[in-house]
């Protein structure tokens, strides 16, 4: 536990560091971010050795607070969510020193960077939380230091927008975490950990309504539909190194939320697993979709995430259905497939918002449709965000096909299974994950060629050039990342067995290993099947070159059908590629087009709008808003800014109070 | 040894189905036809060629042809035939299969996006829409046969597919045959979902996107394409046809015709049909996905 709680104090040393006008803001932000870098390492330690099987640790200090001790335990469930928060805060950190330089003025650096280390430290203390109310506070830091990221860049009307929008999203979410937590305290008589896994005793009806307030809590954080509506307004508002630790870590505390409060809960109702499974295919599907129809680069991962957390509710909630039907293989698997997904999303989520930012800064525009061309001359940025693009696909030889696989054969494990209440849902996830993968698989193909293929679009587009080392080194690791994850897949089976050994109902029962071992050989088949991959490619390509090698090989243009004057905006743009399918989904996308001018036998202009607006914002959350507004409105006179009536009011309550303390 | 065998026939007999069905196809429109071997003479003519690249190209452009080879290959090595087992095969290869030719797919498009033509984009769109809406239900069809056979492994689940399994379940056997071969149609881009013998590039899919590629690497295409079909065939044949004697050379031998047939079949398609408008391609492929989910639901 020390190193932790030095890695704590280091960052928030350097969340001092970054503030205290010593030294030139540009000096401070480098030395508080090398500072912020030595801290996550020494936290990784000790993380990495409880996953490894060294047994949990607490630590208890004294503090004077009501409901409150300042514990903390860090047991495995903790430490493989503290894994990628401390591992992507420690790229995000060297990437943010030089892209912060271009990205906002000196007067905000030191703020930025403040911020961030308190954001990273709060995240790590939810994780390491034994206490409701502590668990409530560190859980309050995490939203306003991100909050103050958001806003970072004021002067955009937009980006306050946003900033306004995380806000409230979050505040309403957290209202259903404290109901949950008061529940469980009222319940178990302490706002302690240690208290609360007491509730597994509590009626399967009660036990409903605190899983429910937990969905409505942490889902908000996480970004099920329809509660996502904060995350594709705030993730790109906020810098790109800061959007990779949102979009990569800071959702899955919502994650790690749900599952530690599964952990007090016990024995799961079969209809958490369907609810789970429910949101899980109705943001995966969506979230893809509504991430096809963007030609906003940061937008569509936003959007991306939205969909990888309903595949990560799809593993969880088989994982629950498994657990409460009493099918071992289908709970083990499909909870190890969600948790793999949360490591793999974090690694290639934020590999991908890092390389967005690396264009980003390159062009000045987060529009793809401004882009093209940039791989010849972003030659390292381009090669890493393929290999982002292929991993989140679900592709492989990459880690995100590897979680993708457990969910799939934990459904078709579901499937081959005689009850259909246990069949049907793994088909549905069967269909909807191999959906989402098509759907993804054009998406990314789509961002991928837009911005790297092809002539680029726009002059800025053609002057881009390599970014600096410093932020290559993060994509360059987090890629290998994509690729070691997939290739070690075996011996992270017994990764697993810990963390899950952590829940009480895997630890009473039939073996978890033996479920696992169900995956070893297919796992140990895939990873040589990759290396098997990279030698028939290997000679076929020697062959290649061998063939061509004495031949004539030219260049010349594009075979253009003998178009005398092919120009660059003839190219597919990024709303043209993903056109069928949004025409083909459009009931539910709502993307509303404006097409004017081309008539004529000589039309001189002519334009073409795509907009994909935010439907939930528009027509779910917009008219329930004005509709509280409207309503509140009628109580205004109450707060009619005269003094003496407030002070009626508290005279009256004051007798009130009195009248029921007597009776 | 003998496991060796599927995937030595593919390599050597995957181009003779791409002839077969042009041979079909000359037939019905009257014509005496290429040779049966003419895909061998084209591969052969294109390995001898040079290249000619765009200079709006990388290395994307490249990889993508060898890429594509590659995963054709890697394949095989998860292929049953039959009776025949394959050479590997693991609990959910099935999985693994169909997202190899994902990742090959997805090189495909990327590669002809790399030239910047409007034609290769036009052609990548539709290539990924399309297999978008043919995945799910290609995974439908193999979950419902996951369920008969109560296996997750392509190896014992085709060889579980035999006259009794047909005989009590021919009604969703049926249809989920006839749901994986639309799949097959659009997956190999034949008509009614894509011509590959047109001359227009504005109605092309596949062939649109390697427009640009030429000599070997284009040969490496066409090699690919001829693997694939050989590939989705021997999964169709391997659950359409349940010879199941146990006598390796009447197995192979039922097999081999049925690929044939298979191959005989898409040509008599393809000179009866018209290849349907884009926009109808969606309401196939969700017809597809259709006869499954009832070749499910019946069993």
């Given at each position: 536990?020390?190193p932790?709680?030095?890695?704590?104090?280091?960052?928030?040393?350097?969340?001092v560091?970054?503030?205290?006008?010593v030294?030139?803001?540009?000096?401070?932000?480098?030395?508080?971010?090398?500072?912020a870098?030595?801290?996550?390492g020494?936290g990784?330690?000790?993380?990495?050795?409880?996953?490894?099987?060294h047994p949990?640790?607490?630590f208890v200090?004294p503090?004077?607070m009501?409901?409150c001790s300042?514990?903390l335990n860090?047991?495995?469930?903790?430490?493989?969510?503290l894994v990628p928060?401390l591992?992507?805060?420690?790229?995000?950190?060297?990437?943010g020193?030089p892209?912060?330089?271009?990205a906002?003025?000196e007067?905000?650096?030191?703020?930025?960077?403040?911020s961030f280390h308190?954001?990273?430290?709060s995240?790590v203390?939810?994780?390491l939380?034994?206490?409701?109310?502590?668990?409530?506070i560190?859980?309050e830091?995490?939203?306003l230091s991100?909050?103050?990221l958001?806003v970072?860049d004021?002067?955009n009307?937009?980006n306050?927008?946003a900033?306004w929008?995380?806000l409230?999203?979050s505040?309403?979410g957290?209202v259903?975490?404290?109901?949950?937590f008061?529940?469980?305290e009222r319940?178990?008589g302490?706002l302690?950990?240690?208290a609360?896994s007491?509730a597994?005793?509590l009626?399967?009806?009660?036990?409903?309504?605190?899983?429910?307030?937990a969905v409505l809590?942490f889902?908000?954080?996480?970004?099920f539909?329809?509660?996502?509506?904060?995350?594709?307004?705030?993730h790109?508002?906020a810098?790109?190194?800061?959007?990779a630790?949102?979009s990569?870590?800071?959702?899955?505390?919502?994650i790690?939320?749900?599952?530690?409060?599964?952990?007090?809960?016990?024995?799961?109702?079969?209809?958490?697993?369907?609810?789970?499974?429910t949101i899980?295919?109705v943001?995966?599907v969506?979230?893809?979709?509504?991430?096809?129809?963007?030609?906003?680069?940061?937008?569509?991962l936003?959007y991306?995430s939205?969909e990888?957390?309903g595949?990560?509710?799809?593993?969880l909630?088989?994982?629950l259905?498994?657990?409460?039907?009493?099918?071992?293989?289908?709970?083990?698997?499909?909870?190890?497939g969600?948790?793999?997904h949360?490591?793999?999303h974090?690694v290639?989520k934020?590999?991908?918002?890092?390389?967005?930012?690396?264009?980003?800064?390159?062009?000045?525009?987060?529009d793809m449709?401004?882009?093209?061309?940039?791989?010849k001359?972003?030659?390292?940025t381009?090669?890493?965000?393929l290999?982002?693009?292929?991993?989140?696909c679900g592709?492989p030889?990459?880690?995100g096909?590897?979680?993708?696989?457990f969910?799939?054969f934990?459904?078709f494990?579901?499937v081959?299974n005689g009850?259909?209440s246990?069949?049907v849902?793994?088909?549905?996830i069967?269909?909807?994950?191999?959906?989402?993968?098509?759907?993804?698989?054009?998406?990314?193909?789509?961002?991928f060629?837009?911005?790297?293929l092809?002539n680029p679009r726009?002059?800025r587009a053609?002057?881009a050039q390599?970014v600096?080392?410093s932020?290559?080194?993060?994509?360059?690791?987090?890629a290998?990342?994509?690729?070691?994850?997939?290739f070690?897949?075996?011996s992270?089976l017994?990764i697993f067995e810990?963390?899950?050994?952590v829940?009480?109902?895997?630890?009473?029962g039939p073996d978890?290993t033996s479920?696992?071992?169900?995956v070893?050989?297919p796992?140990?088949?895939?990873?040589?099947?990759?290396?098997l991959?990279?030698?028939i490619?290997g000679?076929?390509v020697m062959?290649?070159v061998?063939?061509l090698a004495?031949?004539?090989?030219?260049?010349?243009?594009?075979?253009?059908?003998?178009?005398a004057?092919?120009?660059?905006?003839?190219?597919?743009?990024?709303?043209?590629?993903?056109?069928p399918l949004?025409?083909l989904?459009?009931?539910v996308l709502?993307t509303?087009?404006?097409?004017?001018g081309v008539d004529?036998?000589f039309?001189?202009?002519g334009?073409?709008?795509?907009?994909s607006?935010?439907?939930?914002i528009?027509?779910?959350?917009k008219?329930?808003f004005t509709?509280?507004?409207?309503l509140?409105h009628?109580?205004?006179?109450?707060q009619?800014?005269v003094?003496?009536?407030y002070?009626?009011y508290?005279t009256?309550?004051?007798v009130?109070?009195?009248i029921?303390?007597l009776? | 040894?003998?496991?060796?065998?599927?995937?030595?026939?593919?390599?050597?007999?995957?181009p003779?189905?791409q002839?077969?069905i042009?041979?079909?196809?000359?037939f019905f429109a009257?014509?005496?036809g290429?040779?049966?071997?003419?895909?061998?003479?084209?591969?052969?003519?294109?390995?001898?060629?040079?290249a000619?690249f765009?200079?709006?190209?990388?290395?994307v452009?490249?990889a993508?042809?060898?890429i594509?080879?590659?995963?054709?290959?890697?394949c095989l090595i998860?292929?049953?035939?039959?009776?025949m087992?394959a050479?590997v095969?693991?609990?959910?290869d099935l999985?693994?299969?169909?997202?190899?030719?994902?990742l090959?797919?997805?090189?495909?498009v990327?590669a002809a996006?790399d030239t910047g033509?409007?034609?290769e984009?036009?052609?990548?769109s539709?290539e990924?829409s399309f297999?978008?809406?043919a995945e799910?239900?290609f995974?439908f069809?193999l979950?419902?046969?996951a369920?008969?056979?109560?296996?997750l492994?392509?190896d014992q689940?085709?060889?579980?597919?035999n006259?009794?399994?047909w005989?009590?379940?021919?009604?969703s056997?049926?249809l989920v045959?006839?749901?994986?071969?639309l799949v097959f149609l659009?997956?190999?881009?034949r008509?009614?979902?894509?011509d590959?013998s047109?001359?227009?590039?504005?109605?092309?899919?596949?062939e649109?996107?390697?427009?640009?590629h030429?000599g070997v690497d284009?040969?490496?295409?066409?090699?690919?394409?001829?693997?694939?079909?050989?590939?989705?065939g021997s999964?169709i044949?391997g659950i359409?046809?349940?010879?199941?004697?146990?006598?390796p050379?009447i197995?192979?031998?039922?097999?081999?015709l049925g690929?044939?047939?298979?191959a005989?079949?898409?040509?008599?398609?393809?000179?009866i049909?018209?290849?349907?408008?884009?926009l109808?391609?969606?309401?196939?492929?969700?017809?597809?996905c259709?006869?499954?989910?009832?070749?499910f639901?019946?069993?």
């Amino acid at each position: 536990m020390f190193p932790l709680l030095v890695s704590l104090g280091l960052m928030l040393f350097a969340a001092v560091v970054a503030i205290v006008p010593v030294a030139k803001p540009q000096t401070r932000a480098k030395l508080s971010a090398i500072i912020a870098v030595v801290a996550d390492g020494i936290g990784l330690v000790p993380c990495v050795s409880v996953l490894t099987g060294h047994p949990g640790m607490t630590f208890v200090a004294p503090w004077q607070m009501p409901f409150c001790s300042f514990a903390l335990n860090l047991d495995a469930l903790s430490a493989f969510f503290l894994v990628p928060i401390l591992g992507l805060s420690m790229a995000a950190a060297v990437f943010g020193v030089p892209y912060l330089r271009h990205a906002t003025d000196e007067a905000n650096l030191g703020a930025a960077w403040c911020s961030f280390h308190i954001l990273v430290a709060s995240m790590v203390t939810v994780m390491l939380a034994a206490n409701g109310l502590l668990f409530l506070i560190a859980w309050e830091l995490t939203v306003l230091s991100s909050f103050f990221l958001v806003v970072l860049d004021r002067d955009n009307e937009v980006n306050r927008q946003a900033g306004w929008i995380y806000l409230t999203a979050s505040h309403l979410g957290t209202v259903f975490i404290i109901l949950c937590f008061l529940l469980l305290e009222r319940e178990t008589g302490s706002l302690d950990f240690s208290a609360f896994s007491h509730a597994a005793l509590l009626s399967p009806a009660f036990k409903g309504f605190l899983f429910l307030l937990a969905v409505l809590g942490f889902g908000t954080k996480a970004g099920f539909i329809p509660f996502h509506v904060w995350l594709p307004e705030a993730h790109p508002a906020a810098p790109s190194h800061v959007s990779a630790l949102m979009s990569g870590v800071m959702i899955k505390t919502g994650i790690y939320g749900i599952v530690r409060i599964l952990y007090f809960l016990g024995h799961p109702s079969p209809w958490w697993g369907w609810l789970l499974i429910t949101i899980g295919l109705v943001s995966g599907v969506l979230g893809i979709l509504f991430a096809l129809s963007q030609n906003d680069i940061k937008k569509l991962l936003a959007y991306c995430s939205v969909e990888n957390i309903g595949i990560i509710a799809m593993g969880l909630g088989l994982g629950l259905l498994g657990l409460s039907l009493g099918n071992r293989d289908v709970a083990v698997l499909g909870f190890a497939g969600g948790l793999l997904h949360v490591l793999n999303h974090a690694v290639f989520k934020g590999l991908l918002f890092l390389g967005s930012g690396a264009v980003l800064e390159q062009t000045g525009t987060r529009d793809m449709d401004r882009m093209g061309g940039l791989l010849k001359r972003m030659p390292y940025t381009g090669a890493t965000f393929l290999v982002g693009c292929l991993s989140i696909c679900g592709l492989p030889p990459f880690n995100g096909f590897i979680s993708e696989f457990f969910i799939y054969f934990a459904a078709f494990a579901a499937v081959l299974n005689g009850s259909l209440s246990l069949a049907v849902p793994g088909l549905f996830i069967i269909v909807g994950l191999s959906l989402i993968g098509g759907l993804a698989a054009s998406c990314f193909a789509k961002a991928f060629s837009i911005i790297f293929l092809g002539n680029p679009r726009q002059a800025r587009a053609a002057e881009a050039q390599e970014v600096a080392w410093s932020m290559r080194g993060p994509m360059m690791v987090l890629a290998s990342l994509c690729a070691v994850i997939s290739f070690v897949a075996p011996s992270l089976l017994g990764i697993f067995e810990r963390v899950l050994g952590v829940f009480p109902e895997f630890s009473t029962g039939p073996d978890v290993t033996s479920s696992l071992a169900q995956v070893a050989t297919p796992l140990f088949i895939i990873t040589a099947s990759g290396f098997l991959f990279f030698t028939i490619l290997g000679s076929i390509v020697m062959t290649r070159v061998g063939l061509l090698a004495n031949r004539k090989v030219e260049t010349s243009v594009t075979w253009d059908c003998g178009y005398a004057q092919p120009s660059v905006k003839m190219q597919y743009t990024g709303s043209s590629f993903s056109q069928p399918l949004v025409e083909l989904f459009n009931s539910v996308l709502g993307t509303e087009t404006q097409m004017s001018g081309v008539d004529g036998y000589f039309p001189r202009k002519g334009s073409f709008l795509s907009h994909s607006a935010n439907i939930f914002i528009e027509k779910l959350f917009k008219p329930a808003f004005t509709r509280i507004e409207t309503l509140s409105h009628r109580f205004s006179w109450i707060q009619n800014g005269v003094v003496q009536a407030y002070v009626f009011y508290i005279t009256i309550t004051l007798v009130f109070l009195l009248i029921g303390g007597l009776m | 040894m003998i496991r060796l065998l599927h995937p030595l026939l593919a390599l050597l007999f995957a181009p003779l189905l791409q002839g077969i069905i042009m041979k079909t196809q000359a037939f019905f429109a009257g014509r005496q036809g290429p040779p049966v071997i003419q895909p061998y003479h084209d591969l052969a003519r294109l390995f001898r060629k040079g290249a000619v690249f765009s200079e709006t190209t990388t290395w994307v452009f490249r990889a993508g042809p060898a890429i594509g080879l590659t995963i054709g290959i890697l394949c095989l090595i998860f292929l049953p035939l039959g009776n025949m087992p394959a050479m590997v095969s693991f609990h959910g290869d099935l999985i693994f299969l169909i997202y190899l030719l994902s990742l090959h797919r997805f090189f495909t498009v990327i590669a002809a996006m790399d030239t910047g033509s409007a034609f290769e984009g036009m052609g990548a769109s539709r290539e990924m829409s399309f297999s978008a809406l043919a995945e799910p239900a290609f995974f439908f069809g193999l979950a419902t046969i996951a369920r008969l056979t109560g296996t997750l492994s392509l190896d014992q689940l085709i060889h579980g597919i035999n006259i009794n399994l047909w005989q009590t379940h021919v009604g969703s056997l049926a249809l989920v045959v006839v749901g994986l071969f639309l799949v097959f149609l659009a997956e190999n881009s034949r008509i009614p979902v894509d011509d590959p013998s047109t001359h227009l590039e504005l109605t092309m899919i596949h062939e649109v996107m390697v427009l640009d590629h030429s000599g070997v690497d284009f040969g490496f295409i066409e090699y690919a394409a001829a693997l694939k079909l050989w590939i989705l065939g021997s999964v169709i044949v391997g659950i359409a046809i349940p010879v199941r004697t146990g006598i390796p050379g009447i197995d192979i031998s039922a097999m081999c015709l049925g690929l044939i047939c298979l191959a005989v079949i898409i040509g008599i398609v393809g000179s009866i049909m018209a290849r349907l408008r884009l926009l109808q391609v969606p309401q196939l492929l969700v017809g597809a996905c259709i006869f499954s989910v009832i070749g499910f639901l019946i069993q």
